[in-house]
């Protein structure tokens, strides 16, 4: 059973930064996405940024130029460097992981397996 724990979040003013980490427990799939996923209060939970195990990576509009997401394989663990942060950035924050390729690999119904998130909280 693949299990995701995800940490990192935290309060920073606007301007800020943090990382976010995710360890992936028995993923052993040799093809694989994943990603990190926010929601915030009375929203739906959107995409922010996926890599997949051939390391081609895709961002949210939103936070292009301002995040990174990158895995480290050995480590079993992906992180997101949050850059820049804005208050609109503050929302509960997910892992998530999925075998194969998704048709679209930033749609939060693509994936089967949850980290139980960490909150981010920005100031302004």
């Known amino acids: 059973q693949t299990q995701l724990v995800d940490s990192g979040g935290g309060s920073v003013q606007a301007g800020g930064s943090l990382r976010l980490s995710c360890v992936a427990s028995e993923y052993t799939y040799s093809s694989y996405v994943m990603g990190w996923f926010r929601q915030a209060p009375g929203k739906e939970r959107e995409g922010v940024a996926v890599?997949?195990?051939?390391?081609?990576?895709s961002y949210a509009e939103s936070v292009k130029g301002r995040f990174t997401i990158a895995a480290d394989n050995a480590k079993n663990t992906l992180y997101l460097q949050m850059d820049s942060l804005k208050p609109e950035d503050t929302a509960i924050y997910y892992c998530?992981?999925?075998?194969?390729?998704?048709?679209?690999?930033?749609?939060?119904?693509?994936?089967?397996?949850w980290g139980q998130g960490t909150q981010v909280t920005v100031s302004s």
């Open positions: 890599v997949d195990s051939d390391g081609s990576v």
């Open positions: 998530a992981a999925t075998a194969g390729y998704p048709l679209r690999p930033l749609a939060h119904n693509s994936y089967p397996y």
